[in-house]
């Protein structure tokens, strides 16, 4: 039995708006939009700054999936995901590249490669510590490790570090949940739950 609770309804919508999920069809099954992110790419290599490059990507990010059936572009993706990591590379200081950074997280967890995502949540976190969504990006790496990677030890430092970042951060109370029931199984956090009320 799985238990749901409006923090998991909310973190959804987090990790994957605009993004499909883990389940996406081969690349060779989803319609490739060839040079999606061409104009993106262009500016990059033609020394644009982190914001004009930024722009063009964000402008075009909804193409890593499609509106109809929510299924990943496997093409599109991939270069959404490089390219981002691209101008991250290319101005690891300038908070401008930080958006299609952390969103390439996003896609890439999506793509199922959680190791992958769990690293670029860490390169946000520590290189932009003034992007906006710097504390998300903590969260969501000691999520990964917790629920994707089953690395219990990782993500319970990275839990830690997000409560002692954080405390006041919206997502400190879940954090502090998942933190308590870190390495349960949904049968003993029900058990728990269950003994309380009945008390």
Do not use: W
């Amino acid at each position: 039995m799985r238990i749901t609770t409006p923090f998991y309804s909310a973190l959804f919508a987090i990790v994957l708006s605009g993004c499909a999920g883990n389940d996406a069809p081969p690349a060779e099954q989803t319609p490739v939009v060839e040079n999606t992110y061409q104009a993106a790419e262009d500016a990059l290599e033609n020394g644009k700054n982190a914001a004009t490059v930024s722009k063009l990507l964000m402008d075009n990010f909804e193409a890593v999936s499609d509106s109809n059936t929510g299924k990943l572009n496997m093409q599109a993706s991939q270069d959404f995901s490089r390219i981002a990591r691209e101008l991250a590379d290319k101005f690891p200081e300038d908070t401008m590249a930080a958006m299609p950074f952390y969103r390439s997280a996003e896609v890439v967890r999506a793509m199922n490669d959680p190791k992958r995502a769990a690293a670029i949540y860490r390169d946000v976190y520590e290189r932009y510590p003034a992007f906006s969504k710097s504390p998300e990006a903590l969260f969501m790496l000691a999520f990964t490790y917790d629920e994707d990677l089953k690395d219990l030890d990782a993500a319970r430092s990275a839990y830690n570090d997000f409560l002692e970042s954080y405390p006041t951060h919206s997502f400190a109370d879940d954090t502090e949940m998942l933190l308590k029931n870190l390495g349960k199984s949904d049968e003993e956090i029900l058990k728990e739950l269950e003994a309380k009320t009945g008390e």
